[in-house]
């Protein structure tokens, strides 16, 4: 930053405690679940009791949490990577090419980050009785992929901006065709997008809830599997200790996706 | 024999020009390319809400439907006043956790935009990092927090500021507000953040030069040029949190049920598909009348003031 605007980018201490408190207050919460599950007592309540490691234990030996577990990853890995399949060619397409309409069909494809998802849900779960199709992980998969484009595309619509086209103009002219063109050039200069959607996409199919309660049949998904947890207050310690193992990988999933979504960007960049 | 030679040259002309035509045109190029994720998009939304709403039209005879089109549902919805309520409900504590998120998050994007000046990118990822973890288990936390044997009763019970558990706390419409407004909050962040981060700073140097405090400043140059970044916030957070039911149903006890608490019992244990149609219709229609008479007065208010 210039050292010239610092008049008006003097610092300013309230700002910046109010920042910090607003930090705070979006991670406590969230804390008191790994906080918790290391209480030696089925009641969340203080003071605590001692530490136990029995509600990971206890985690461990669950049969249907595992099979919950095994089924949110199935459907997390099929719909992260038929979400970013098509996030590629629609943000290929939205940056690359000028198209009449390009606002709507980008407004159409993000639709499902507003309407409310009780609405997709039960509208995807009439559409599913009607066609005759029994509820599945399938039905779930549908959904989730549906959910997860709008994530693929703003992630990889900035990683495409993100370089420079004349790059694939080039290869173009030096005689590669459309298709290699693609291979060679364009994918390995926006690959950190694509693991970044890939990542993101898996994160929300894994952790989400309104879709899969609508659309999920005899097989649960985790989060399926923990609402019915919720119930039974003797059960919430080892609810508590799963919580806190998945928040910890949903924050560095996370954290590396975000990460390598702005890795070396500016390395293709127009600019340089 | 002839016919055939005679057919072919135009045919494959027909189809060079047609190969032509499809390199030349780029809007042609582009929209095949994106035809299967637009194609998936539209179809997996439109069709199902196209059923929907046709399934509004329909009534409930015990498990059957029956088929011929009426506006009973829709005569319900507007006559029993226990669908007004829950929808009035909805709104308000979605506008009242819209305004609150909003309010915090504003601050909050102005200090990454204006005061960090080094390692924003961590700041940003920070900031967003809770709301990529499971909604369930974050509402499930307010749940513990707020509880009657809860985090707050304890800890206060414990440093003995209070006798009795707080009861409002937990399962009340503030609950609600509490733990959406805590779940929403990146949703306001990032797009404050961007108009914010778009502002040209020379303009600020501008006011300050010609005589504006920090102040005046602040409300002639930079908060109406961050409206748009407050408008897509608030339009971002109220249309999803009126339809939320995990919220309500975990913690906000009888007296905070939302309409789509009702909508889902219709889908599950009610079991009267028509009628929840009916009303998941018309809380679209509704809020999606209430966003775009905001749109409007946003639209009125941004131009009189840039």
């Given at each position: ?48 009791k001692g530490l136990t490691l029995q509600w990971y234990q206890s985690m461990f030996e669950n049969e249907p949490m595992f099979a919950a577990l095994m089924n949110s990853v199935r459907v997390g890995m099929v719909s992260s990577t038929l979400a970013t399949i098509l996030g590629v ?184 | ?306």
């Amino acid at each position: 930053m210039n050292k010239d605007v610092s008049y008006i980018q003097r610092r300013n201490r309230p700002l910046h405690i109010y920042a910090l408190v607003f930090l705070g207050y979006l991670y406590i919460p969230v804390l008191f679940l790994p906080l918790f599950s290391f209480n030696d007592s089925i009641y969340i309540a203080f003071p605590m009791k001692g530490l136990t490691l029995q509600w990971y234990q206890s985690m461990f030996e669950n049969e249907p949490m595992f099979a919950a577990l095994m089924n949110s990853v199935r459907v997390g890995m099929v719909s992260s990577t038929l979400a970013t399949i098509l996030g590629v060619l629609g943000a290929k397409a939205v940056t690359r090419y000028r198209i009449p309409g390009q606002k709507s069909v980008v407004f159409v494809i993000m639709l499902p980050l507003v309407i409310p998802g009780i609405i997709l849900g039960v509208a995807l779960l009439i559409l599913m009785s009607r066609l005759g199709v029994t509820l599945s992980l399938y039905t779930v998969t549908m959904g989730h992929i549906l959910l997860c484009v709008p994530f693929a595309m703003a992630t990889l619509i900035s990683r495409f901006e993100g370089f420079d086209k004349s790059m694939e103009e080039a290869s173009a002219d030096l005689g590669e065709n459309a298709w290699w063109t693609f291979l060679r050039v364009t994918l390995p200069m926006v690959f950190p997008g694509v693991v970044a959607s890939l990542l993101l996409c898996f994160t929300v199919s894994f952790d989400e809830f309104i879709l899969a309660f609508f659309l999920a049949g005899t097989d649960p998904t985790l989060p399926i599997f923990i609402w019915g947890q919720l119930r039974f207050p003797d059960r919430l310690p080892s609810v508590l200790a799963l919580g806190a193992c998945i928040l910890v990988v949903s924050f560095a999933v996370v954290f590396l996706s975000q990460w390598l979504a702005r890795y070396d960007t500016d390395k293709y960049s127009p600019d340089k | 024999m002839t016919a055939e030679t005679g057919g072919a040259p135009p045919v494959r002309r027909w189809r060079a020009r047609l190969r032509a035509m499809f390199l030349r045109s780029e809007a042609i190029r582009g929209y095949t390319l994106l035809s299967p994720t637009l194609l998936v998009m539209a179809f997996s939304m439109g069709v199902p809400l196209a059923i929907m709403v046709v399934m509004s039209f329909w009534t409930q005879h015990g498990f059957e439907f029956d088929t011929t089109l009426s506006f009973t549902n829709y005569g319900d919805a507007v006559d029993r006043p226990i669908y007004e309520k829950l929808l009035l409900r909805s709104l308000w504590i979605s506008g009242a956790c819209t305004a609150a998120t909003v309010l915090l998050s504003y601050p909050m994007a102005y200090y990454v935009a204006f005061h960090v000046h080094r390692r924003k990118m961590i700041w940003i990822i920070l900031m967003t990092l809770p709301f990529w973890t499971s909604y369930l288990l974050r509402v499930f936390t307010w749940k513990i927090i707020l509880g009657f044997n809860g985090v707050i009763n304890s800890g206060l019970k414990g440093l003995g500021l209070i006798d009795q558990p707080l009861e409002f706390l937990l399962y009340s419409p503030s609950a609600v507000v509490i733990t959406l407004t805590h779940a929403w909050a990146a949703f306001a962040i990032l797009p404050i953040y961007v108009s914010l981060e778009k502002i040209d700073r020379s303009l600020l140097e501008a006011a300050t030069d010609l005589g504006d405090g920090p102040v005046a400043r602040f409300l002639r140059v930079t908060l109406p040029l961050s409206l748009p970044g407050v408008i897509a916030a608030t339009v971002l957070i109220f249309v999803p949190t009126v339809g939320d039911y995990v919220t309500p149903a975990l913690v906000g006890g009888p007296d905070g049920m939302m309409l789509a608490n009702l909508i889902q019992a219709y889908f599950g244990k009610i079991n009267n598909w028509p009628m929840g149609s009916a009303l998941a219709i018309t809380m679209m229609i509704v809020v999606g009348l209430i966003s775009l008479i905001y749109f409007w007065l946003a639209r009125k208010v941004t131009e009189r003031t840039i």
